[in-house]
Every structure is written in structure tokens, then in C-alpha cells.
């Protein structure tokens, strides 16, 4: 909002020579906002300013469909502003810095134009994140504050972010994310609606509230009705409003509005212009545009579900992105099994066979980590192997005729919690190729792969048809692995088994691909306790 459009500095002390200095940057719909920090060696993060400068993005996404020359022009200018900024730390390498965009320029039809000049001007390379990285990013930012507070901890929590494109919504119960998803319901997206109608005044009103109630509905219905709700309000629109009705607010906590208050100043809010509201409030255009409708949401959102209080955080986007970079965007064990979460509850919508995809899972685990010195991929692509485990066989509720393509269909048009697109492709190619063909260049989705992809797809693809011909019985009989390298063969010991003839005829037939890739054979063997 206005009141974060100038610098402003961290709290005191001295700077610790052995912390890395980094920068997020948010390209958002109304403006610009950038984050300063140092990242200590344990990776402690201490923010030594912020800027914020308006632009208008989301006008021109929402209402041309593309972003006009002057508004380019306008972020050209405010990034390399913020290039100085960043020499003055000796912020220089890119490994240093990251630069993401959100729904106005991701919506946008020459976003890539708009990325390419940000380049060529300023050196920045902007990512357009998608949904699922934005609710990503939102949960690690917000997670801390939960966590201390013990009445939202217990109770089925509202995460609710209003944003000028777009409302992020994440439903969290005791830690564990139950919903995640975002709505194509954005304050400027709104206001540029009620523009279309050409309405009076007066029913400007009526019609933006039945927009904003036709979102609440469906969010109701992934809401447990005898669940005890708590919201917590995220964005610089209700942030302000935290600022102009709590005096005695400590940002580094939750804030707790009475709704009858937040109504009240909502009101006040929507019944001054544009203009008043610039000089009442000190605000930027962009933000006094979409202060209103933002504000409108979060109070209809906590009347539809009888809430008394809205809690307001300070946790914002570039929090959550400075976490990522604090912990060397390694997914942690917490985030990893809200994935796995996710994955399981999508199995179960379509009727998989859970103990066995379980145990795929765990024995895909159980390769991966064995066989690290063979695959050498990065920690993350545990995760898309053991999601794509679980989720091999969801396509034999299409049909049973090569339920191996309708897999990958289900998982790749399926919305799971933390995995961005990219992510769900790589999952949903690895379940494609758990059986029958080999990973070829003209198949779908595999081919806009680049070159580290396609192998590692292909890498995780040969690890999931071991596992999968080790439970070829459904019995779950094999628990412990202990995998040896010769320099011919890689040898699979499964202790406790006597009769692995089911299982080694299913290795045979299944593991043509790991030997094509690792170039070694695999023998299965009964080994000793």
C-alpha cells in the first residue's frame, strides 16, 4: 500500500561479515516491491530494507490484455533504480537475486517481449511463477506466524490473500494444507469488470458483492461445516487497514480486527473516490483502485463463515521467497510430506490401490537413496519420483487400456499442493513411463523438456519400474532393500523373502529401461536378516 512506498531500513546492529546479502523482487499488479536481506551461514534471515513502487501492471493485463509500451517503460525504470540500490550492497550475482511476476504478467499475451526488455535493460531475468508456486511461497511465509499462535494452529485456518489479479487461498488444520487454490478474483480484475457494465454508482455495489459471493460459495464447499474457522488476512490492502484501526500493531505478529470494525471502514472505504482516498490516505493510485473491492472480499469471506475477528499478518510474497533462498530452495521434510499429502488425497479421489502405491512409494525412496551415486540427481526429484509412485495407476479409473497414458493425463490436469506445472509434468511423464514405451522425443510433454529434464525423467521413469516389479505380488512383502554396484550388474538383496520368483520375473521383463539408461542389468537375490 502507500505507506510501503518508501525504503525502509531494518533494525539496528551490526552487519555479520559471514551472511550473504540477497534481493527478492516482486513484480505485482499495482507495483513493484523489493526486499533486501542477509542470509547467515545457518540460514537466519535479517532484512535490511524494503522499497516499493507503483506501476500499472494489472490495468493494462486486465483491461488491454497486454502490457502497453509507457508501462514497460515505467518498470524498466523502476528495476534499474533498484539495480543501483543493489550495487550499493554489492548485490551482483544473480545467484544473489531473484526477480518474480505474478498473475499481470504472467496473463499478459507478450509477456516475453516484457521479460526480454527487463533483460536487455536492467540484466534481471523476471520469472512468471504460476499459482501453485505462489501458494507455495505463501505457506512458507505465513507457516511461522501460525505456528505461534495456538487458537489458529488447532482450528481449520482461512490463509486469504486478496491481490490485484487474483485471490490466493490456502486451507491449513493443524499445519497440514487441506485446500490449496487460487481464484480468478483480483480487486483490480474486479474493478475493471464493474467498468465493462457502465453502471450507476449505485449498483456498482450490488454487482461487485454478487461477484465476490459466487468465490465464497465455492469456497465454502471445501470447508468442513463443524470445523471451528479462523481467517487470517494476507496483502498490502488489509495490512493498511490493520495500520489505520490498531495503533499498537507489532507486525511481527497476527493482527486481530474486529470484523464489525473492518466493516465499518470498509464503508467509509467504498463511498470515497479514487481521488479522496489519494488525499485522505496518502495511498498511490494504483493502490486506492483496489483497496475497496480487496477490502469488500475480506469482509464478505468472514460474515459467509460467522467469524467475530479477521487476524491480519505482515507475511508477504517476498518473506516467502527469501525463506526458499535461505534454505538453498531445498524442499524441507515439513513441506515434502504436504506434498506427499496432496498426492495421496488425488490418489484417493480416484480410487487407487493405496498399500500398493504406497509401497512402490517407499521403495522408490528406498532406490533413489541407494542408488545416489548412479542417478546423481538433485534431493527435489525424490519427491517427483515418490508423487509419481503414488500416482501411477490413477489411470486405470478411465480405463484399463493404456492406463499408463491416462496417468499422466489425470496428474498433469490435476492441481496438487506445492508442485508447480513444470513440476506436474516431470511427475506425470515419470507415472507415463512406468511401463510398456521408452521415453521418445515425439511424446508429448517430454519433448519441451530441456536436455537435464529429459534425463532425469528418464533416470527417475527406470527407478519406478524396479519398484514397481518389486511389488509385482501386491503383498507388500518386501520391506528392506540393500543394493551392491559391480562393475557389471547392480545386485537387489530383499532380506526375509524366500520366493522372489514373481518378483524377479517381473524385473526381467520391466528393467530393459534401467539397463538402457545406467547401462548395468539389475539381479534381484534373497538375502540374509
Known amino acids: 500500500m502507500g505507506n510501503d512506498a518508501q525504503p525502509e531500513a531494518a533494525a539496528g546492529g551490526e552487519t555479520d561479515r559471514s551472511a550473504k546479502p540477497v534481493a527478492v523482487i516482486d513484480v505485482g499488479t499495482s507495483s513493484i516491491r523489493m526486499a533486501i536481506a542477509e542470509i547467515d551461514p545457518s540460514g537466519g534471515i535479517r532484512k535490511l530494507e524494503t522499497l516499493s513502487q507503483a506501476v500499472s501492471l494489472g490495468r493494462d493485463t486486465f483491461t488491454l490484455g497486454y502490457i502497453d509500451k509507457t508501462t514497460v517503460e515505467d518498470c524498466v525504470r523502476v528495476l534499474r533504480s533498484y539495480r543501483r540500490k543493489l550495487r550499493e550492497y554489492q548485490i551482483n550475482d544473480p545467484a544473489q537475486i531473484r526477480v518474480v511476476a505474478t498473475s499481470a504478467v504472467r496473463e499478459a499475451r507478450n509477456r516475453l517481449a516484457f521479460m526480454d526488455r527487463i533483460y536487455i535493460a536492467t540484466g534481471l531475468e523476471v520469472e512468471a511463477i504460476d499459482e501453485a508456486e505462489v501458494n507455495r511461497v505463501t ?104 495500520s489505520q484501526l490498531l495503533k499498537d500493531w507489532q507486525p511481527d505478529g497476527l493482527a486481530r480486527i474486529p470484523l464489525d470494525d473492518l466493516a465499518k471502514f470498509t464503508e467509509r472505504v467504498l463511498r470515497q473516490s479514487e481521488d479522496e482516498l489519494v488525499q485522505k490516505y496518502h495511498l498511490n493510485f494504483p493502490d486506492a483502485e483496489t483497496i475497496g473491492p480487496a477490502l469488500l472480499t475480506y469482509v464478505q469471506l468472514a460474515k459467509a463463515f460467522g467469524l467475530e475477528h479477521v487476524r491480519v499478518t505482515n507475511a508477504n510474497l517476498r518473506d516467502g521467497l527469501l525463506e526458499e533462498i535461505a534454505t538453498k530452495h531445498a524442499w524441507t521434510n515439513e513441506f515434502s510430506q504436504q506434498i506427499i499429502r496432496s498426492a495421496v488425497a488425488l490418489g484417493r479421489k480416484f480410487e487407487f490401490d493405496e498399500p500398493h502405491a504406497m509401497q512402490v512409494a517407499e521403495l522408490s525412496r528406498k532406490l533413489f537413496h541407494a542408488l545416489a551415486d548412479e542417478h546423481q540427481l538433485r534431493g527435489r526429484y525424490e519427491i517427483v519420483l515418490y508423487v509419481a509412485a503414488l500416482l501411477h495407476e490413477i489411470g486405470l479409473f478411465v480405463s484399463n487400456r493404456s492406463y499408463h497414458k491416462h496417468s499422466m493425463y489425470l496428474i498433469r490436469n490435476s492441481e496438487l499442493f506445492g508442485l508447480s506445472k513444470t513440476d506436474l509434468l516431470l511427475v506425470s511423464l515419470v507415472a507415463r513411463y512406468h511401463r510398456r514405451a521408452s521415453p521418445l522425443p515425439n511424446h508429448e510433454g517430454y519433448a519441451t523438456l530441456e536436455r537435464d529434464e529429459r534425463v532425469a525423467v528418464a533416470k527417475l521413469a527406470a527407478l519406478l519400474r524396479v519398484a514397481v516389479a518389486l511389488d509385482e505380488s501386491r503383498s507388500q512383502r518386501i520391506g528392506e532393500l540393500r543394493c551392491t554396484v559391480d562393475e557389471d550388474r547392480i545386485v537387489i538383496q530383499a532380506p526375509g523373502v524366500e520366493d522372489l520368483s514373481l518378483e524377479q520375473l517381473a524385473l526381467n521383463q520391466n528393467a530393459s529401461l534401467f539397463e538402457e539408461i545406467f547401462g548395468l542389468p539389475v539381479l534381484l537375490r534373497r538375502g540374509r536378516r
Open 139 to 242: 505457506y512458507l511465509s505465513v507457516q511461522p506466524q501460525l505456528r505461534a499462535e495456538d487458537t489458529v494452529a488447532s482450528a481449520a485456518t482461512l490463509v486469504i490473500e486478496v491481490g490485484g489479479g487474483s485471490t490466493e487461498l490456502l486451507l491449513i488444520r493443524e499445519g497440514d494444507v487441506l485446500y490449496a487454490h487460487t481464484f480468478r478474483l483480483g480487486s483490480l480484475r474486479l474493478r475493471k469488470t464493474l467498468e465493462t457494465y457502465r453502471a450507476p454508482t449505485v449498483k456498482l455495489r450490488e454487482i461487485m458483492e454478487k461477484h465476490v459471493a459466487r468465490t465464497i460459495e465455492e469456497i465454502r464447499q471445501h470447508v468442513p461445516k463443524q470445523d471451528q474457522v479462523e481467517m487470517v488476512a494476507m496483502g498490502g490492502d488489509v495490512r493498511f487497514a490493520a
